[in-house]
């Protein structure tokens, strides 16, 4: 297996990507047109002490889409109607993904893998610079979460080079130096699971070479994209729901992206007609 690094349950691959994958993958990136979500729902109370925001950057979802508003899946409780079908991956990913999930049959052990275990959702995060009233504000870092998919989580990044690290949980005030850090290059695979780097910390995206001239596609507007990181999860195909089947009120709460989504993709154009 070509230049693997490797700590405990932690590998990264660099120059993973092939030079056409890269190409095939910005290609595809050209066609889909990412938006903007506010975290809560629209006219309805705010959970108490939160406030509306927009999220910091915007998203893409395919296989399932998790809309901020009808907040995160979050197993063992919060499993239904938070994962919406969403289109199915390109053929590049679709190949790239059957070399992923081989690499982590092989890598880890059958105890970190769940049963049914399949790559089959993926977020696609753009980070760079948002343009506020003349201004670049930066938005290429991420805060300190967890991925509550179950399973080896693998991600795929392009663009700028960014500083992951996984830290421990912490109570305010107090400071901790990073478990691991890993710089996550263009081209490159990242691979965690098991459950200290699943479930016992957390990661964060720390901070980013920058790079004044790269602007990724797609062209999103009042937006510079910089990186671009694909990551990949597994959600058991049972708490996927179909658009037409979500109940109310989260079908009222989604149906403006996702006919914001049916502007340019043609999966989420007879997702809605299937309601109508
Ligand atoms: O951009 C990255 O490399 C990390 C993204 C991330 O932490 C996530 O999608 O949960």
């Not at 499993?79 to 919406?84: A, F, K, S, Y």
């Not at 107090?174 to 290059?185: A, G, I, M, V």
């Not at 009120?249 to 007609?273: H, K, M, N, T």
Request: charge should be positive.
């Amino acid at each position: 297996m070509p230049n693997a690094e490797r700590n405990g349950r932690h590998y990264y691959f660099r120059n993973y990507l092939s030079r056409s994958e890269r190409e095939r993958i910005v290609e595809f990136l050209t066609t889909i047109a990412p938006i903007w979500e506010l975290r809560y729902p629209e006219g309805r109370p705010l959970p108490p002490g939160q406030t509306q925001r927009r999220l910091l950057r915007p998203v893409y979802w395919l296989g399932s889409w998790q809309f901020a508003c009808l907040d995160y899946y979050r197993p063992p409780r919060h499993v239904h109607n938070r994962c919406v079908e969403a289109e199915p991956f390109p053929p590049v990913l679709a190949e790239i993904l059957a070399d992923v999930e081989a690499r982590i049959r092989r890598l880890f052990p059958p105890s970190d893998i769940p049963r049914g275990y399949r790559l089959n959702t993926c977020l696609v995060n753009f980070y760079g610079s948002r343009l506020e009233g003349g201004r670049a504000v930066d938005t290429a870092r991420v805060g300190e979460h967890r991925d509550f998919e179950p399973g080896p989580v693998a991600s795929l990044s392009l663009g700028e080079r960014a500083l992951f690290q996984f830290v421990a949980p912490r109570r305010v005030g107090e400071c901790n130096p990073p478990l691991l850090s890993q710089w996550l290059e263009d081209g490159s695979l990242q691979l965690f699971g098991g459950t200290l780097y699943k479930d016992r910390v957390l990661h964060r995206v720390q901070r980013v070479t920058r790079n004044p001239d790269l602007d990724l596609p797609p062209r999103i507007p009042g937006f510079r994209t910089r990186r671009i990181n694909f990551t990949f999860r597994f959600v058991p195909d049972e708490h996927v729901v179909p658009f037409a089947r979500l109940p109310e009120p989260a079908r009222s709460d989604v149906i403006g992206y996702v006919s914001e989504l049916a502007q340019r993709s043609r999966f989420f154009r007879a997702a809605l007609d299937t309601k109508r």
